[in-house]
């Protein structure tokens, strides 16, 4: 199956800078790769997905890069912000393929830390 | 957006009882709806995927008679854990997706459990 690796596990940067997560995958079929924020006790948030028909995408300070050639895919933050401080997980999926359409691949997670 | 609640939110019991938690999918009809178990600090791990009037597929190490899974409707799936211990605490999550509709996953909040 899907195999996905996260970097780093935790990342600690000061208010306004900007923070970059990376995450590679295994199977080349995967076609889909969201990204989740998580503040403790809660539920997963997408903040922004991308399909592999596309490069990059961004969405105001939030940016999500894929090379599939390389199999891996980035999320940036930028102009980061207190409460940007949260868990974030990468995932990987196939799409449109029989009974596995929509499982996801959950990367490990990154806490990411926003100094004041 | 779509919207999918759980209930209990949060939940306690003795030891050697059953646990039935509930998912409903309120805006949309979700063909298919996972469940996952999240130990404190870990990435969400997939237990089941239910599809709407058919037997759920369990992963790998994932107990069945354990973790029976009911998705009777397009609207609710039910996770119950029989014969809880104390190892079952954890943060259980559901998420449903219609195949129709887009290919995101929407999350419930969680629910709590604890297993004195």
């Known amino acids: 199956g899907e195999n996905v690796e996260q970097h780093p596990s935790t990342l600690s940067v000061q208010e306004g800078d900007s923070a970059v997560i990376k995450c590679t995958y295994s199977d080349s079929a995967s076609n889909y790769f969201p990204w989740y924020k998580q503040e403790l006790g809660k539920r997963p948030q997408l903040i922004i997905d991308i399909r592999s028909n596309v490069g990059e995408k961004k969405d105001q300070r939030i940016a999500v890069t894929l090379n599939k050639t390389a199999k891996h895919f980035s999320l940036h933050i930028t102009e980061t912000q207190p409460e940007d401080s949260a868990v974030y997980f990468c995932a990987a999926s196939i799409t449109g393929r029989g009974s596995t359409l929509g499982r996801l691949y959950f990367g490990r997670g990154t806490q990411l830390t926003v100094w004041p | 957006g779509a919207v999918v609640s759980q209930h209990p939110s949060r939940v306690i019991c003795k030891s050697g009882t059953s646990v039935k938690i509930e998912c409903r999918s309120l805006?949309?009809?979700?063909?298919?709806m996972f469940w996952y178990r999240q130990f404190p600090k870990q990435s969400l791990m997939l237990m089941a995927t239910s599809n709407e009037g058919s037997k759920a597929t369990y992963e790998q190490g994932v107990e069945k008679d354990k973790f029976l899974i009911n998705h009777a409707s397009l609207t609710l799936s039910t996770l119950t854990v029989t014969s809880a211990h104390p190892e079952d605490s954890s943060f259980y999550i559901c998420?449903?997706?219609?195949?129709?509709?887009?290919?995101?996953?929407?999350f419930g909040p969680g629910t709590r459990l604890t297993v004195l």
């Open positions: 805006d949309f009809q979700a063909t298919t």
């Open positions: 998420s449903a997706a219609d195949r129709g509709f887009r290919i995101e996953q929407f």
